[in-house]
């Protein structure tokens, strides 16, 4: 079975700081993939950063960059230079690479950026 | 590129009543849509899982006479809630994905329904 645990509910940095969100995440599948996705008010899901399992290089796209540590299964994603557009829930979601190929989505995290 | 739209955007409908949503990939070939219902504050409960051509899969405790899904096109699906009843009332989402593009496994997601039930 596949899981998805965010522990920090909700988060909030001034605008130009850099704030990390965690994720850890359990499967029993060899090859899997990793996302963040954001959803701001509008509640459009935005695809943020993927990660694939078997590659050891963090992803990064643009000021968004990832701590993957497989052996603890830990996710964690950084923003640097924060902007006021950056407030929105941000989800960590996983999916293996056979069978239904579903998303196993964390709980969120409302992160806030304060001008 | 990767574009998924919602039809409608929110809809109100009286209780006992049907309504059908439509989520369409406008630049790409969707071999597989999605559909997930969210709650206020909370995360993404997936409900089926539809593949062109075929009967859409169904999450445990998803009720299938319910919550009718068709993907008739490699670029269209619908769900259709029948017979609505308040606790129906919800924000639902679709998203597609291309399953014959290798190493592609991420989802597109459309902007979402929003459903009141009177």
């Known amino acids: 079975a596949q899981t998805v645990t965010q522990s920090q509910p909700e988060m909030s940095v001034q605008e130009a700081e850099t704030v990390t969100l965690s994720c850890t995440y359990d499967t029993s599948e060899s090859n899997y993939y990793l996302f963040w996705y954001k959803q701001p008010p509008s509640r459009q899901m935005i695809l943020v950063i993927r990660?694939?399992?078997?590659?050891?290089q963090n992803a990064t796209e643009n000021r968004f960059s990832v701590n993957f540590q497989k052996a603890a299964k830990s996710f964690s994603l950084k923003i640097s230079d924060s902007q006021l557009g950056d407030t929105a829930m941000y989800f960590c979601?996983?999916?293996?690479?056979?069978?239904?190929?579903?998303?196993?989505f964390g709980q969120g995290t409302r992160l806030t950026i304060n001008p | 590129g990767a574009v998924v739209s919602q039809h409608p955007s929110w809809v109100i409908c009286k209780s006992g009543t049907s309504v059908k949503i439509e989520c369409r990939s406008l630049d790409f070939q969707a071999t597989t849509m999605f559909w997930y219902r969210q709650f206020p504050k909370q995360s993404l409960m997936l409900m089926a899982t539809?593949?062109?051509?075929?009967?859409?899969?169904?999450e445990q405790g998803v009720e299938k006479d319910k919550f009718l899904i068709n993907h008739a096109s490699l670029t269209l699906s619908t769900l259709t809630v029948t017979s609505a009843h308040p606790e129906d009332s919800s924000f639902y989402i679709c998203?597609?994905?291309?399953?014959?593009?290798?190493?592609?496994?991420?989802?597109?997601f459309g902007p979402g329904t929003r459903l009141t039930v009177t």
């Open positions: 990660q694939e399992a078997y590659k050891q």
């Open positions: 998203s597609a994905r291309d399953f014959r593009l290798a190493g592609r496994y991420e989802q597109y």
């Open positions: 539809s593949n062109e051509g075929s009967k859409a899969t169904y």
């Open positions: 979601a996983e999916t293996g690479t056979q069978g239904a190929q579903k998303l196993v």
